[in-house]
């Protein structure tokens, strides 16, 4: 069973960046499609971008496209999430996980693989 450690959050203004990490153990990291996923406080968790296996093939929430770039490195076993021009709505709680489904991507269909790990907290002020 894949598990997952996501880093890199934080407190930042309006208009900052950041850039979260997700490292994966127990699986061939390289077979799975992998996503970042998000929740705010009152709200269900969403989906915020997704991977596929070798990283040919990105997908985006509209909410985020344009400001968010998704990546990944099979090397280390980790995707990224690098989120500019961050907006205080972006404040949530950022998850990572893998698709069980597909190696594709695609957020349509997709089937979480693993436990959720803890998340890191993106806390953007205004």
Do not use: H
Not at 23 to 48: D, H, I, L, N
Not at 62 to 87: C, E, H, P
Not at 89 to 117: F, H, L, Q
């Amino acid at each position: 069973q894949m598990q997952l450690v996501e880093s890199g959050g934080g407190l930042v203004q309006a208009g900052g960046s950041l850039r979260l990490s997700c490292v994966t153990f127990g699986r061939t990291f390289s077979s799975y499609a992998m996503g970042w996923f998000r929740q705010a406080p009152g709200k269900e968790r969403e989906f915020v971008a997704s991977i596929s296996w070798n990283g040919g093939t990105t997908y985006y929430a509209d909410s985020v496209k344009g400001r968010f770039t998704i990546s990944r490195d099979n090397a280390k076993n980790t995707v990224y999430l690098q989120m500019n021009s961050l907006k205080p709505e972006d404040t949530a709680v950022y998850y990572c996980n893998a698709d069980r489904s597909s190696k594709m991507g695609s957020p349509t269909g997709w089937v979480i693989d693993a436990p959720w790990g803890q998340g890191t907290q993106v806390t953007v002020s205004s």
